[in-house]
């Protein structure tokens, strides 16, 4: 006979994962089942093996500083956008140190005209730093050959494939017939989340698509000025946001685009 | 995007659980440059997640984090893992009275045959078992990093519990 106990609620017990009410239901029921007490010193010796044999690798120092000196690297090379917002900074830095009312009028008028006019001179806005990462994730994904965690052409293989790896099921829409075929699909971080990346080609050129739930509701195609030679457009709708980039010229992009926007759900309202 | 604040802000934050990143990555990859090349990559990753980052657990984040790179990296670079058999069960002493073997056996493990025994166990349960035993993360945190259920961390670890008992019993049984 077999106590149905032993295999539910010894590991528990063990890891300290019961609740109070269990653990003295458990504790109670320890000293009249054999089975139970049998398994939990087992469990308890198999737990002293692993300890005493100090299994816990330490990182070698050498890697601290690989670590440190390539964080400080990937610094300058992953903020282009603000390296251009500096150079607009030392062309007005002159004019601040002259502590003039007048200068001040002026500078704020240009403030003014820069913030309406050049959306660019602006601190990075949330789109823009996205936008940054969404860059960066493609470029990464072509040059670390992380393109593909998942490579198929069938929608049916991609689509089941992202289930219980995220906690949504992305939209996945073969565009074959239209010359951008699926290629696969992989799992990538936006803005500390976890969202799919499907990846379409175009000839010898691919094409990243992120994809993320969003609160409902859609907005409109937006397309990003083209960074580093990268065309990127974003829009939402069906409660996913998209972000599409590639290097691949602004008109397939946008051919792209429109022809994943109308497979993929309709508006919600 | 991250700049030099954020960096420092980063490295006090992240860096002290440095250890517990590449003892899984070294789990994960059983090749120390392979981890090192692995923990570097996830490092760099969490740097730009970084602004994403919601406040909680730290290590847990960062562990999750490590643990995708490395799969990615595995998925990439290694054959998939043998397949996992489902229809492991629980095999109680038939011995009633005396001295129970298996403890016997488990108690006389020397390091080098646990080391093995827990390199050699499918990624699924070894990551688990290094979570759990070697990081003292409780279920929620180890279904967390994992992406699973917490029900599913229980039925891994507990086959994982299982399978190094029984390559224990088979590697020590061998020698005696």
Known sequence: MSCKLTQRFVPGYLDGELDLSRTIEMETHLQVCGECARELERQQALRAALQRSSLAYAAPEALRERIQSSLRASIPAEAPERASGWDAMQFLRPLLLM???????????????????????????????????????????????HLLDVASTDQHTVKPWFDGRLDFSPPVEDLASDDFPLVGGRLDYLEGRQVAALVYQRRKHFINVFVWPVAAGSSSTQTIAPQQGYNMTRWSRGGFQFWAVSDVNAQDLADFVRLLQARTAPESK | MPGAATRERFEQAVLPHLDAAYNLARWLTRNEQDAQDVTQEAFLRAFRFFDGY????????????????????????????????????????????????????????????????????????????????IEGMTYKEIADVASVSLGTVMSRLARARTRLRQSLGAALGKES
């Not at chain 1, 001040?104 to 001179?121: E, K, R, S, T």
């Not at chain 2, 054959?79 to 006389?108: N, R, Y």
């Not at chain 2, 020397?110 to 070894?126: C, M, N, Q, S």
């Open chain 2, 54 to 133: 919601q406040g909680g657990n730290m290590r847990a984040w960062l562990l999750t984090i490590v643990r995708n790179t490395c799969y990615t990296w595995l998925h990439q670079n290694r054959p998939p893992d043998s397949a996992v058999e489902f229809d492991e069960e629980i095999h109680s002493s038939e011995s009633s009275g005396g001295a129970d073997p298996e403890l016997q056996v488990l108690a006389s493990a020397d390091k080098e045959t646990v080391h093995r025994a827990l390199e050699e166990l499918p990624g699924i349960f070894r990551e688990v078992l290094v979570l759990r035993e």
């Open chain 1, 99 to 145: 502590r003039w009312a007048g200068a001040f009028a002026v500078l704020a008028l240009c403030a003014v005209i820069a913030w309406q006019l050049l959306p660019g001179l602006r601190g990075p806005s949330s789109d823009q730093r996205l936008a940054a990462e969404v860059l960066t994730s493609h470029v990464r994904s072509l040059e670390a050959s």
